[in-house]
């Protein structure tokens, strides 16, 4: 079922790109609602190859919270560049030193995500990912199948 | 990402060519020390699966950045803002994102079947050499062409440092990372990468930490920057929202695509080490990524106060900064820096492509070379003299070779690749078309752009758009010819799938 929607979400997301990038081949440019396609096209296909690729046996588990973090953060970084008015010469908020559109796209965007998802691959590998069983299970079934000659050609 | 293909300035001072001297000896040593390392082909290409967690963590850092992060990309920032810093932002998502859909499969099928190069991974999961054959033969040309601009940028730097002049300075560094290449293979490789590596992040905090200084501070440097150029601190700098966004894209997904990058998780000892990779890789990235932006901000403000003049070209924001603004010593760090940076994406390039030659095309029409040790050193030499050869030709031709390297490694191996290992449904004849697809789409628009037969709207990324379009004609014609996806999957590798 994840891998499905996953799936889903990465073929509908190129779409999504490929039509934000069509648009602007037509004439006067690529129209405001290109920009808002690419985000949310990028954000849905990040987090969808990670969990297609972090699924196992059709469940994300514990893992469906950081990736959900990391949509929101995308999306919501994204999305509130796109909507925040361009600063002028006498914006006098900073956040951290940046104005408020460059210290979304820099902390949030690029920041943020590394508390989400490195943290949780390291936290969550040795029930989510590969633990001592799991790879022991894939060696022993390897020699059974090789043993079998049931094991394809090298590669 | 292009490198630089313009002279620098001139560092040739004691203290710098010192230093930089060095750096060159202790890296002609680690060859030394892995040559004798190096006994089989197994050693040569994937180092006989025996390295651990730090040595892959700061190779593939290294591998991923090239002289970019230290030169190109500061000028880029110090032009557009910063939109340029839509090219580092995907690093945070990115080092978790290759771990989850390639590391762990990676690492499970070369120990399972012995693989050594990234289109073994496609051949094996698709069982179609005619796969195997088109992401090699993709890879070599994109090899090729990436390697000339990376030797012409290694040549700038040695004679910027050292006053040899760009030809001499082209075979000398050519001659260098040849010769711990060809000798050592990929573990000189990994261990010159480990010591490059270190070097590179310790010198980007070190000139983060003089650009704050000189600046007075991100505080004080934003508004002056916002008095003169407000546009330059919006949050896509000069950019259009769709052109910096294209960039997070094609260096977000692309990054899934990187053969000199992804190949490196064959080599690791232990696979359940990863578990850490992405946490140390991601934060690798950040601490080599603060030059980029600190060398930024602080020469476009120091522009704007008047204590710097208008620089001639963007290229020159990392030097300039570094000669008025920090010791010597460390412009001879941060030089050594860009070198190790390019020197160890050569070599990463020299072993994927000398692969290519010597395993993955010989597969694709049913051979194998029977002493792949032997070939791999030949491949390498004959690929290290073509790409100088081609570097010292006109500069016109090496930025065309340039410009097609990391898209068409990412529209030619994501789809087939990252996608095909983490889906059953995906099948040999979409994994093909895709492949042929980012190939032929990626040169045309490429050469169309640049002899300027047509002009791409503002926006759209040649890269971007051939990526989106590979990965398009991927699941549609696995969708058309969904009948012969079971067919294609071999027990063991189903097996790595669903581990």
């Given amino acids: 079922m994840v891998k499905r929607a996953a799936l889903g979400g990465i073929f509908l997301s190129a779409a999504a790109i490929g039509a934000a990038y069509a648009s602007a081949f037509l004439p006067g440019g690529a129209p405001r609602w290109a920009a808002w396609a690419m985000a949310a096209g990028i954000s849905v296909m990040m987090v969808a190859t990670t969990a297609l690729g972090a699924a196992r046996r059709g469940r994300l588990g514990a893992l469906s919270v950081p990736f959900a973090l990391v949509f929101l953060i995308l999306m919501g970084g994204f999305g509130a560049a796109l909507a925040l008015p361009p600063p002028g010469p006498a914006d006098a908020t900073l956040w ?60 | 990402m292009t490198l630089q293909s313009a002279p620098l300035p001139s560092l040739t001072q004691p203290l710098v060519a010192g230093v930089a001297a060095v750096y060159f000896l202790v890296v002609v040593a680690i060859g030394a020390w892995a040559t004798r390392r190096t006994r089989t082909a197994r050693d040569f290409f994937v180092a006989g699966e025996g390295v651990g967690l730090w040595a892959l963590t700061l190779s593939a850092m290294s591998a991923t950045l090239s002289g970019f992060a230290f030169i190109g990309g500061p000028g880029l920032f110090y032009t557009v803002g910063l939109g340029a810093i839509f090219i580092m932002l995907p690093a945070a998502v ?45 890879i070599l040309l994109a090899v090729i062409g990436y390697m000339a601009t990376n030797i012409l940028a290694l040549g700038l730097v040695i004679d910027a440092v050292f006053g040899t002049g760009v030809g001499v300075g082209i075979w000398l560094g050519m001659g260098i990372t040849l010769a711990y290449s060809a000798a050592g293979g990929i573990v000189a490789g990994i261990y010159t990468d480990v010591f490059q590596g270190a070097l590179m992040a310790l010198a980007s905090v070190l000139v983060f930490a003089a650009t704050l200084r000189a600046g007075g501070g991100l505080e004080a440097m934003s508004r002056t920057i916002l008095a003169a150029d407000p546009a330059f601190l919006g949050p896509w700098g000069t950019l259009s929202p769709l052109a910096a966004l294209s960039l997070f894209f094609v260096f977000g997904m692309g990054s899934l695509g990187q053969p000199h990058v992804v190949h490196k998780f064959y080599m690791l000892r232990d696979p359940r080490r990863l578990k850490w990779y992405p946490l140390l890789m991601t934060l690798a990235l950040l601490a080599t990524t603060l030059l980029l932006f600190g060398v930024g901000v602080a020469v476009k403000s120091l522009v704007v106060r008047g204590e710097l003049a208008p620089l001639a070209s963007p290229d020159l924001a990392t030097p300039t900064f570094l000669l008025r603004f920090t010791p010597l010593v460390l412009a001879g760090i941060v030089f050594s820096g860009v070198a190790a940076a390019i020197m160890s994406t050569v070599n990463s390039f020299l072993s994927v492509g000398a692969a290519a030659l010597t395993h993955d095309l010989p597969v694709a029409m049913g051979r194998r070379v029977r002493n792949e040790l032997l070939w791999g050193r030949i491949y390498t030499v004959l690929i290290s003299v073509l790409a100088a050869i081609l570097a010292q030709l006109s500069g016109t031709l090496v930025a065309f070779l340039g410009i097609f390297g990391f898209g068409l490694f990412a529209s030619t191996l994501v789809p087939a690749l990252a996608i095909g290992l983490n889906w059953e449904g995906a099948t ?37 758009l051939s990526l989106v379009l590979s990965l398009l004609v991927f699941f549609v014609v696995s969708w058309l010819t969904r009948g012969s996806a079971a067919a294609a999957l071999d027990p063991d590798v189903r097996l790595v799938m669903e581990a």
């Fill in chain 2, 428 to 464: 040999p004849q979409g994994a093909v078309a895709s492949i042929a697809t980012g190939l032929v789409l990626t040169l045309l628009f490429e050469s169309l752009a640049y002899f300027g037969v047509y002009s791409f709207p503002a926006g759209v990324t040649v890269s971007g």
């Fill in chain 1, 96 to 155: 951290l030193g940046l104005p408020r559109g460059a210290a979304v796209v820099l902390y949030g965007v690029g920041l943020l995500p590394l508390f989400a998802v490195p943290l949780a691959y390291a936290v969550t590998f040795d029930t989510l990912t590969l633990s001592d069983a799991d790879l022991e299970r894939v060696r022993r079934e390897a020699r059974r199948l090789a043993g079998g000659g049931e094991a394809g050609g090298g590669g």
């Fill in chain 2, 94 to 138: 990115t080092g978790a994102m290759g771990a989850w859909v390639l590391a762990k499969r990676m690492r499970l099928l070369a120990e399972l079947r012995g693989l050594i190069t990234v289109p073994d991974a496609i051949g094996a999961r698709y069982r179609s050499p005619l796969a195997q054959g088109l992401a090699g033969a993709s």
